[in-house]
């Protein structure tokens, strides 16, 4: 069973930092991209970034472009967000998702995590 | 970005009613349309990709069809269970955009 575990939110201050973790278990991690989704409160759901199975390609939303960076550790089954520059408009759940195929390219996201909560404020 | 317009945003309904959401998108995306179901406090689930494809697991209530930019999601008789929220996605062009949701309530 594909189990995905987020780690790591919590409340920041505006400007401050926060690095998601995400651990896959249940499936060949190094062969999946992953993903970053997010719903602030009230709203829909806005996809965030990606990075392919082996790591060397992603891409990021404009609104978090500069400021947040994704990653993975194929040797440990981790996914990983870091978030720099926290603004309050990215409180949110931070769900990671796991792609269908294996590059950012993605057909639809086939499992999630249950999510963790970034709030951001002073 | 592509944008994605669902409606209606929420829908009051009865067990064993059949409903319908409709999903446009602002250019074509072929069939690179998904829906999502969505509980509070739980993981989102996958119920069709491809516009009309069911993922393995989900019950055959739901249907999905469309191409270009206008899609449907049908579930043809309501259960219970199926009281959440649902959100088409397409997966033609990053970033990958949702639309706003559709929130099926109990009448």
């Known amino acids: 069973e594909v189990q995905l575990l987020e780690s790591g939110g919590g409340l920041v201050q505006p400007g401050g930092s926060l690095r998601l973790s995400c651990a896959a278990s249940g499936f060949s991690f190094s062969n999946y991209a992953m993903s970053w989704v997010r719903q602030a409160p009230g709203k829909g759901l806005e996809d965030v970034s990606a990075i392919r199975d082996s790591g060397d390609d992603s891409y990021y939303a404009d609104s978090i472009k500069g400021r947040f960076t994704i990653s993975r550790d194929n040797s440990r089954n981790t996914l990983y967000l870091q978030m720099n520059s926290l603004r309050a408009e990215d409180t949110a759940v931070y769900y990671c998702?796991?792609?269908?195929?294996?590059?950012?390219?993605?057909?639809?996201?086939?499992?999630w995590g249950q999510g963790t909560l970034v709030t951001v404020s002073s | 970005d592509i944008q994605m317009t669902q409606s209606p945003s929420s829908l009051s309904a009865s067990v064993g009613d059949r409903v319908t959401i409709t999903c446009r998108a602002s250019q074509t995306i072929s069939s690179y349309l998904n829906w999502y179901q969505h509980k509070p406090g739980k993981a989102p689930k996958v119920l069709i990709y491809?516009?009309?494809s069911l993922q393995g697991g989900v019950p055959s209530r739901f249907s999905g069809s469309g191409s270009g930019t206008d899609f449907t999601l049908t579930i043809s008789s309501l259960q219970p269970e199926d009281f959440a929220t649902y959100y088409c996605q397409q997966t033609y062009s990053t970033p990958y955009t949702f639309g706003q949701g559709t929130t099926l309530e109990i009448k």
């Open positions: 998702a796991k792609s269908r195929g294996a590059t950012v390219n993605t057909n639809y996201f086939d499992s």
């Open positions: 491809a516009a009309s």
